[in-house]
T-cell receptor, first 114, second 111 residues
């Protein structure tokens, strides 16, 4: 298995632009998680899905952030409009039945908002 | 979930055992102890978990004290590739959506 695949690997954009991060979970995994990692705040859970349905989005910082999972093999995290404070590494992870011991992370997207 | 306390950083000589401590004094009876690690520029990776008994797998050993208030992750023969941030996580229902990664311990393995 190729593991969790995220794209792009790096994204540089200007303040105010829309940013879309993409994730393909491991085949057979029914849970998908979006995390954000910064030096100041560490690794934070933004939102997670079970069976393509959002379960908990309490970690989404504000309305500028939205996430979708239209099918079992694809998810997006969108930031519109982006701000410099959104600069971070965004990780996608997938799991079988949300089990912590079955959680696999992608390589992350390094986002820089100028 | 119970709060965990880990030292911010530790060093270990290559080839020696690395013993990473974690304090979770408020852990409840149904909470598991998990360990993850994050190598630079990669996503976190699962290492091991346990409830009460000591556990061992191909990566590491987990020693949980009898009162379950602390645990130690042991890497028996540390290599340079084990340099990473190690996270100790206490989770009530093993649900990744309800589990929190703390600040972790930065382990540096030196030649």
């Amino acid at each position: 298995d190729a593991g969790v695949i995220q794209s792009p690997r790096h994204e540089v954009t200007e303040m105010g632009q829309e940013v879309t991060l993409r994730c393909k979970p491991i085949s057979g995994h029914n849970s998908l998680f979006w995390y954000r990692q910064t030096m100041m705040r560490g690794l934070e859970l933004l939102i997670y899905f079970n069976n393509n349905v959002p379960i908990d989005d309490s970690g989404m910082p504000e309305d500028r952030f939205s996430a979708k999972m239209p099918n079992a093999s694809f998810s997006t995290l969108k930031i519109q409009p982006s701000e410099p404070r959104d600069s971070a590494v965004y990780f996608c992870a997938s799991s079988l039945n949300s089990l912590l011991e079955k959680l696999f992370f992608g390589s992350g997207t390094q986002l820089s908002v100028l | 979930d119970a709060k965990t306390t880990q030292p911010p950083s530790m060093d270990c000589a290559e080839g020696r055992a690395a013993n990473l401590p974690c304090n979770h004094s408020t852990i409840s009876g149904n909470e598991y102890v998990y360990w993850y690690r994050q190598i630079h520029s990669q996503g976190p990776q699962y290492i091991i978990h346990g409830l009460k008994n000591n556990e061992t797998n191909e990566m590491a050993s987990l020693i949980i004290t009898e009162d379950r208030k602390s645990s130690t992750l042991i890497l028996p023969h540390a290599t340079l590739r084990d340099t990473a941030v190690y996270y100790c996580i206490v989770s009530f229902n093993t649900n990744a959506g309800k589990s929190t990664f703390g600040d972790g311990t930065t382990l540096t393995v030196k030649p």
